[in-house]
């Protein structure tokens, strides 16, 4: 990957590929979960334990291969162990708990030792090769630099996916070697042990290659995630939700969305994003663990950690910060930043300003160029604006201020004191023109010119006045 980031930890959809691996496991109920990890383990295994507290964690020593790796994930289980044990990988994100199932009932169901989960590929290069019997059951598995040349003709691969009978498992793993091109403790070694002590070993073709591929670089990590993007997209689209582009549309795997909902090209819906019945979202939108109620209204915005009621409508261009709470049908306009407020029913917060920090009540009106100023520079306050409030153009509220149901703000008010219920607050000193500045001032300019041109113009016609009189 090139990454300082271990590779299971790179993320698409929403999740880490190790995240959607155990969500894959955990899907089938285990009785006991168990990651094998080496490699950046203590970040490794921090991840593992945020997203599954329950996972059981196993290390791997120095001894290479996956049948090693196996064979100490067994170590971390009670020796007496029986039934099936699945085997599966963290950097398969596209595998899926119903082929695992499909995977172990077939398995539980010809009481096989061993059942392998393979694929058909056009190109084989690099994979395992299924070898088979006359019968159909599987003879063996041929890793690439150990097969022949008709051998690798074959296009059944190996998934490195199985289910196991626990105590063949537990015994054929006592006898693999690490005498192979690789030097390493091959886990498919197993099937051809089994097979030799009478057990019989099988395999399950999936028809969706994708659930088996792997990422080792940046190319197919982005792969994987634009083909889960395509089948989360037709999944919501197969449920009622209009995706007017889906090569614009981008949905992680924990996104809620409800029928009638219409997502506009260029719209991002990250985390755990959720939206109601009849909701519009986007063009150009990004919702990251967004609540967006029935009916709302999202237009070229970044809304981030918060709520829309229903009804509610944000944009174009606003930036929604973390706990910004929008009422039932209330409004917050173009280009205007929130953070951690409460806005009421029905109030509007429509053009070019910044709310941070405070409470609004029902039906206020906040008017353009409005601010909160929340922060001292060693504290934020809040701000506290009630219900029927009509506040206007480029009034700054001082923090911690209080303003009552139903006042007033004149224009350019900057307020620094509680206003009382139905109260205007004015901070206008008198206006004073000093005539004659520009031409005294800046004598030549083209303002100058027209100011010139302008009072003479204004002579004249005083002058055509008096004479009429």
Request: proline content about 4%.
């Amino acid at each position: 990957m090139k990454s300082a980031k271990p590779k299971i930890l790179h993320e698409i959809g929403g999740r880490s590929m190790i995240g959607h691996a155990l969500a894959a496991a955990e899907g089938l109920e285990p009785q006991q979960l168990v990651a094998v990890v080496r490699f950046e383990r203590e970040r490794v295994v921090e991840h593992l334990l945020r997203i599954n507290p329950g996972v059981v964690i196993a290390d791997q020593d120095e001894v290479p291969g996956t049948g090693r790796a196996v064979q100490q994930g067994l170590d971390q289980l009670d020796p007496t162990l029986e039934g099936t044990i699945v085997v599966t990988y963290g950097d398969v994100p596209l595998l899926t708990t119903d082929l695992l199932s499909e995977l172990v009932a077939t398995h539980d169901r010809e009481g096989n030792a061993v059942t392998v989960l393979t694929a058909l590929l056009d190109d084989a290069t690099g994979y395992g090769r299924i070898l088979r019997a006359k019968d159909g059951t599987v003879l063996g598995i041929r890793e690439h630099k150990d097969a022949s040349d008709e051998e690798r003709a074959i296009n059944e691969v190996n998934s490195g996916i199985y289910a196991f009978d626990a105590q063949v498992l537990r015994s054929a793993l006592s006898e693999v070697t690490t005498e192979n091109a690789q030097g390493e403790m091959y886990l498919t070694d197993v099937l051809g042990i089994a097979r030799s002590t009478g057990g019989r070993v099988a395999a399950v073709v999936t028809e969706d290659p994708w659930q088996v591929e792997g990422a080792n670089d940046r190319v197919q990590l982005a792969a994987l995630g634009k083909e889960m993007n395509r089948r989360i997209l037709e999944k919501w689209m197969r449920a009622g939700v209009s995706i007017i582009d889906t090569e614009t549309t981008w949905i992680d795997v924990e996104v809620a969305l409800s029928n009638d909902v219409t997502i506009k090209p260029g719209t991002q819906l990250l985390g755990g994003t959720a939206i109601g019945t009849n909701a519009v979202i986007g063009p150009d939108t990004t919702l990251t663990n967004t609540q967006v109620g029935p009916g709302a209204k999202i237009t070229r915005s970044d809304v981030t950690d918060s709520t829309i009621a229903e009804g509610g409508s944000v944009g174009p261009f606003a930036y929604l910060r973390p706990k910004t709470n929008l009422g039932p049908d209330a409004r917050i306009g173009a280009f205007y930043e929130t953070k951690n407020i409460v806005v009421g029913r029905g109030s509007k917060l429509s053009h070019l300003g910044y709310a941070g920090d405070a409470e609004i009540g029902e039906y206020t009106n906040i008017g353009c160029g409005n601010i909160t100023a929340n922060y001292d520079g060693v504290n934020k306050h809040r701000t506290l604006i009630g219900s029927h409030v009509r506040t206007a153009s480029n009034t700054v509220f001082v923090a911690p201020v209080t303003i009552g149901d139903g006042a007033y703000t004149g224009a350019g008010a900057i307020v620094r004191k509680n206003v009382p219920a139905g109260a205007l607050a004015l901070s206008v000193a008198p206006q004073r023109n000093s005539e004659g500045w520009t031409m005294s001032k800046r004598p030549g300019s083209a303002a100058a010119e027209a100011a010139f041109k302008s009072a003479l113009d204004s002579g004249e016609n005083a002058a055509s006045t008096d004479q009429a009189k």
